[in-house]
């Protein structure tokens, strides 16, 4: 009954013509003009007696597009399915401005999938990259922790310096009256953090515990409660106590700072976290490697529609992300062009290892053992407090979504591995601090 004519347009993308007979829309059209005589009332007929005439006079153009809309609805799948084509993303639809005598019409403009044929995965060339620890990225660890791991010890005649931790109580006024939310008791605060209004802190430098003084400041033009913005406010200050910043004078000293047990309980510790930060770094710059030569081999176009599409979900996945670490995305930002080019080469890498890791997966027969996906549950639940493991554990089983993320993520992996263990390899390692380094001049 149906009948479709392919057109390529370009690569990956098609017109397909769709061609219904004059009968099909004919016996809608009734079905779609019974149901509205039966439901419209109009002067001087009885419900549902109104000449079939009459109803099409006065209701032709709807019922026409509730038929075409009627039509769509049943045999768009069928259409689809009729062309012989797997649409990447919704086809765009198209309907003539008038329809022929002799047959219903409409087009369908279809970006497909490319279609690939896997090289053999044994003529790929990567590097495998092993990072390791040594004792200088221990070292580097522990002189980080000993400049940031600071205690403070409060001492009655200290004059307030640079550095150090206060406790007071304030109230602010705006003139002579106070103002809403300006009042604290016993709020800590350290100074040259910049936490407070500016100007605040550095007003409080040569103070002692007891003094009382008073803190004058211009809130900025920006400040979040507009009825303070660039207003003159002064404080009434008195200063409860003053601490000195105090560093650990050795390893035991931080390691008690830190609640180990012992300089050697901390430095195990240590390393065994970068241990399981150079296993991961090991891992992923490898896949990298497989993943840059595998997409390398394969020469693939895909249609604009589906790039398009690709960077709105990236763009958006783009501006989540920065939403969740506190800062926002611009239009100024968005606008870019090397913004703009940076997330096009990303969909489109992305795009290419979607198609390509499908046929990894669907050619060497990859899935998934129980015993990896109890494995990939146990990994995902590690870094909570053990007590909340097993919970956490059952939420993921009991959420079919989470599951199936975590499916997919499992066996992207997989194929990978199975990518990187056909290629052939030269080894690389590299410390820890030299593959940090890397990564960071790579971003700057």
């Not at 003009?33 to 006065?58: C, D, M, N, Y």
């Not at 062309?83 to 087009?107: N, Y």
């Not at 390692?429 to 700057?444: H, I, Y």
């Amino acid at each position: 009954m149906i009948q479709t004519e392919v057109k390529k347009l370009g690569e990956n993308e098609y017109d397909v013509e769709v061609r219904l007979p004059k009968a099909e829309y004919n016996r809608v059209y009734a079905e779609e003009k019974a149901k509205l005589a039966s439901q419209v009332k109009l002067p001087g007929f009885r419900p549902g007696k109104t000449p079939g005439h009459i109803i099409e006079k006065q209701f032709g153009s709807k019922i026409h597009e509730d038929t075409v809309s009627q039509l769509l609805q049943e045999h768009y799948v069928a259409a689809i399915e009729s062309s012989g084509l797997t649409p990447a993303i919704q086809p765009e639809l198209s309907l003539p401005k008038v329809q022929p005598e002799e047959h219903f019409s409409f087009s369908l403009k279809v970006s497909s999938w490319p279609e690939v044929k896997l090289v053999d995965l044994s003529t790929l060339h990567i590097e495998e990259t092993e990072v390791t620890v040594d004792d200088e990225d221990v070292k580097a660890v522990l002189e980080r922790l000993h400049s940031s791991q600071v205690r403070y010890e409060v001492k009655e005649d200290r004059v307030a310096e640079k550095g150090d931790q206060l406790h007071v109580d304030f109230e602010g006024f705006i003139g002579d009256e106070a103002f809403e939310g300006g009042k604290g008791e016993n709020v800590g605060l350290v100074l040259g953090e910049g936490r407070f209004i500016p100007g605040f802190e550095e007003q409080l430098i040569g103070q002692k515990a007891g003094d009382a003084c008073t803190v004058e400041v211009t809130f900025p033009e920006d400040y979040q409660a507009p009825n303070l913005a660039g207003k003159d406010a002064r404080f009434e200050v008195v200063v409860k106590s003053v601490g000195e910043a105090v560093q650990a004078k050795d390893n035991e000293d931080l390691a008690k700072m830190l609640n180990f047990d012992s300089a050697e309980a901390m430095l195990q510790d240590i390393r065994k976290g970068l241990e399981k930060e150079a296993a991961q770094a090991s891992r992923r710059t490898t896949h990298e490697a497989a993943l840059t030569a595998l997409i390398e081999a394969h020469d693939m176009t895909f249609p604009e529609g589906l790039i398009a599409e690709d960077i709105k979900a990236t763009t958006a996945r783009v501006v989540q992300n920065m939403k969740q670490q506190g800062m926002e995305a611009t239009e100024e930002m968005l606008q870019d062009e090397a913004f703009q080019a940076e997330v096009r080469a990303r969909s489109i890498r992305g795009l290419n290892l979607s198609v390509l890791l499908q046929a990894v997966r669907k050619d060497f027969n990859i899935s998934l053992t129980d015993e990896e996906i109890d494995a990939g549950v146990d990994e995902a639940v590690a870094d909570y407090p053990e007590n909340m493991r097993d919970d956490y554990a059952r939420y993921i089983r009991d959420n079919q979504e989470q599951m199936g993320a975590l499916k997919d993520r499992l066996l992207e992996q997989k194929c990978i591995d199975y990518v990187v263990a056909q290629a052939q390899k030269k080894k690389v390692v590299k410390t820890l601090s030299a593959w940090q380094k890397e990564q960071d001049k790579a971003l700057s």
